[in-house]
């Protein structure tokens, strides 16, 4: 594939990182913040991980700059959002993620489905996924969302889906949506 056109950092360049606790959230902030320092940007993560250790929701926030006076905050405020690495479709199309979704933001999300622990009390439920979709669309622009199903891809690839959120870092960097290089990114993970 050709190389990508690297985003332009202007003040801060913002990502959030969504997903379920255990499965790398918070390793692809650490992975993405040390590629960052490794060409020499500054950078600010936050992590908030909560029930992460029972399955329950992860959010990474992270601001990507020149200098780290650039850097005020690290909590991706409202409309603030650059890019959304979704590792799970629910936690991503939920109203803290899509508070700070504008209309451009690079919207990658897996569609592969985790169960919350609502279908232990009903055995009938069912994600509302066509409806989470909409919402994620609607916040990003159509243009700007991408949803693939990183689990089965990585699977497919590598025999395992634990690949399924660096595969997403793949993809946003071939779609020129991460302001870092590959070299950066492939140092980071060694």
Known sequence: LPEPVLPKLGQTYNIIITGVGGTG?????GILGMAAHLEGKAVGVIDMAGLAQKGGAVYSHMRIAERPEDIHAI????????????????VAGNKKVLAAV?????MI?????????????????SLPTERL??????????????????????????GSSLGA?????????QLGALPLTADAIEQAIA
């Open 25 to 29: 959230i918070v390793t692809i902030g």
């Open 165 to 173: 959120n660096i595969f997403m870092v793949g993809f946003a960097y």
């Open 109 to 125: 999300v897996n569609t592969t489905e985790f169960l919350p622990g609502d279908f232990t009390r009903n055995a009938d439920f």
């Open 133 to 158: 979709k909409r919402a994620i669309a609607a916040g990003a622009g159509a243009e700007h969302t991408h949803f693939i199903d990183a689990s089965r891809l990585a699977t497919a690839l590598f």
């Open 75 to 90: 909590r991706v405020a409202a409309g603030g959002a650059d890019l959304v690495l979704g590792g799970d479709i629910v």
């Open 102 to 106: 504008k209309p451009g933001t690079a």
